[in-house]
């Protein structure tokens, strides 16, 4: 009888051992949370570094470099607050920006400022010929601008190439509409523009008369620069807020290279790329409308006057 009351006291523990939930200890649910998260970061990495996609979109929109790694998409004015970073700092050095590590830095390389310091108002660039590391020429400045812009690691893959290569090559990656050589009637904010015989800059903003306000690495190097206006006139309004800015916010420049105009082949010989802005594979936004504005609008946004 004791025999039988005990075989049904294993029998009902077994039942209540099989009809009870499992249960998972704190460890364990941690260690599975961590497993989780270990994936969607290993998953995310891989994406990042690992895509055989170089200089394109895939399917989900997102674009990728030459070496692979995943851009973050941007804004029009964070592209111009980046463009101004190595403004009235940075002399123009040929080749400079082409190789080393500042063609894939994110920041201002602190020997570029030191280098400009050293400099008198007659710095002559042709005595400075791929001292890379000392300053940035056109290109390896608007490649290093896009670089800061889509980039916020170093050492992934460069944006930067021939000057006049440049507004063509970025409009077959999908990252706006190419225009050939013309005399443009319209100018808008974050506008790439190359020259065939080798020179290239950003466009900040136009002016009533046609003249443009644009950043760029010319001699004598990383500047605020103004056109004339569309008939030619050298005091345009374009020149006058370029003046304006440069001696407001970079004085120490300003007396050692004085001059900040740009003549009228600016207006007229140089090919454009427009960004796309807010489509599926657009890689730019403009939630401020700084395209639909003029040129001081636009500098008050950028200089945080307003």
């Not at 209540?16 to 941690?30: G, I, K, Q, R, Y």
Request: a positive charge; charged letters at 20%; one cysteine or more.
């Amino acid at each position: 009888m004791e025999k039988r009351l005990n075989l049904k006291g294993l029998v009902l523990l077994l039942i209540l051992c099989l009809t009870m939930p499992a249960s998972v200890s704190f460890a364990d649910e941690t260690t599975q949370t961590e497993t989780t998260q270990t994936t969607q970061t290993e998953t995310t990495v891989k994406k990042k570094k690992q895509n055989k996609i170089k200089n394109g979109y895939d399917e989900d929109g997102d674009f990728y470099d030459s070496k692979g790694y995943m851009i973050q998409k941007s804004t029009i004015r964070h592209l111009l607050e980046v463009a101004l970073m190595p403004v009235g700092r940075t002399v123009y050095i040929w080749g400079g920006g082409h190789q080393g590590p500042e063609m894939t830095m994110i920041g201002v390389s602190p020997q570029w400022e030191k280098f400009f310091n050293k400099q008198t108002s007659s710095y002559n660039y042709k005595n400075t010929r791929w001292q890379y590391r000392n300053g940035l020429d056109c290109s390896g400045y608007v490649g290093w601008v896009l670089y800061n812009t889509f980039h916020t690691e170093s050492g992934q893959g460069s944006f930067t190439m021939l000057a006049e290569h440049m507004t063509r090559t970025y409009a077959n990656w999908g990252w706006g509409a190419y225009t050939g050589a013309r005399k443009f009637k319209v100018h808008q904010a974050g506008d790439i523009m190359s020259l065939a015989a080798g020179h290239v800059y950003i466009v900040i903003g136009r002016c009533a008369d046609g003249s443009v306000v644009l950043v760029h690495s010319s001699p004598k190097g990383v500047m605020i620069n103004g056109t004339v206006s569309r008939k030619g006139k050298k005091k345009s309004q374009a020149w006058k807020l370029a003046r304006k800015y440069m001696r407001r916010y970079f004085p120490q420049w300003m007396a050692k290279f004085k001059d900040v105009r740009r003549n009228k082949s600016y207006l007229t010989r140089y090919s454009k790329m427009s960004w796309y802005i807010d489509t599926k594979n657009s890689v730019m936004s403009d939630p401020e409308g700084l395209r639909q504005m003029n040129a001081e609008q636009v500098l008050k946004v950028i200089f945080h006057e307003v």
